[in-house]
């Protein structure tokens, strides 16, 4: 049981680059969630899905672009990567969407855009 | 309204000592207060969690303490060891349906031996 995985670990780009980031999980969760996370502020979520097939705008959604085809992948996507995306980005699942539904997250990705 | 703010930043606390986090929120929606703990290079985990139902839930080492009235609630870490040295995030959410978590901007706990 490997619980929430995501590739890559680091990755740097260039300036107008595009780049998916992979999210995996095993534990059959209905919801899952892309956040990044910036000093000082937190994390802050970029998109979510309640379920395959469907996805949903966070806080932060401009620049990215999420499917998830599979119950158990979440992808997220930078068409055309911008120094301001340079960031630590986290994938998390949880069972349901309710408040105090745990949201379990991954090891995250080291993102630098140059 | 959907803000989350935690103090402080940073904060260095001799080993066997109380680590204090503190945060505050202002929507009054708000029924779920977790708070997670990040190792370096590692996800968030959740730590402890509470609901306004109550006024305090201890842990082990670990205490929330909740303050309705004043939209506040405080992560008390007793006896603190090196071991407990990470990021902690304070977070918020509402209920009925699907309410994003809200977190703080995090406090990174060092313990010195």
């Known amino acids: 049981n490997a619980g929430v995985t995501q590739t890559p670990k680091f990755r740097v780009l260039k300036t107008g680059q595009s780049m998916t980031l992979l999210c995996a999980q095993d534990?059959?969760?209905?919801?899952m969630y892309w956040y990044r996370q910036d000093p000082g502020m937190g994390l802050r979520l970029i998109h979510y899905?309640?379920?395959?097939?469907?996805?949903a705008k966070g806080e932060v959604p401009d620049g990215y672009n999420v499917s998830r085809l599979k119950k158990q992948n979440f992808l997220l996507g930078l068409e055309s990567a911008a120094p301001s995306q340079t960031s630590v980005y986290f994938c998390a699942s949880s069972y349901t969407g309710l408040a105090g539904n745990e949201q379990f997250f991954g090891p995250g990705t080291r993102l630098t855009v140059l | 309204q959907q803000q989350v703010k935690q103090s402080p930043q940073s904060l260095i606390v001799q080993k066997g000592g109380i680590s204090i986090i503190n945060c505050a929120y202002e929507n009054t929606a708000f029924d779920y207060f977790p708070w997670y703990q990040q190792f370096p290079g590692k996800g968030p985990a959740l730590l402890i969690a509470?609901?306004?139902?109550?006024s305090e839930k201890k842990e082990g080492r670990f205490t929330i303490s909740f303050n309705k009235s004043a939209k506040q609630f405080s992560l008390h870490i007793m006896d603190s060891q090196p071991g407990d040295s990470a990021t902690y995030f304070c977070a918020a959410s509402g209920s009925g349906g699907y309410n994003k978590l809200i977190f703080g901007a995090g406090t990174r706990l060092a313990v010195h031996p």
């Open positions: 534990m059959n969760h209905e919801y």
């Open positions: 509470i609901r306004p139902d109550v």
């Open positions: 899905s309640v379920g395959e097939g469907t996805t």
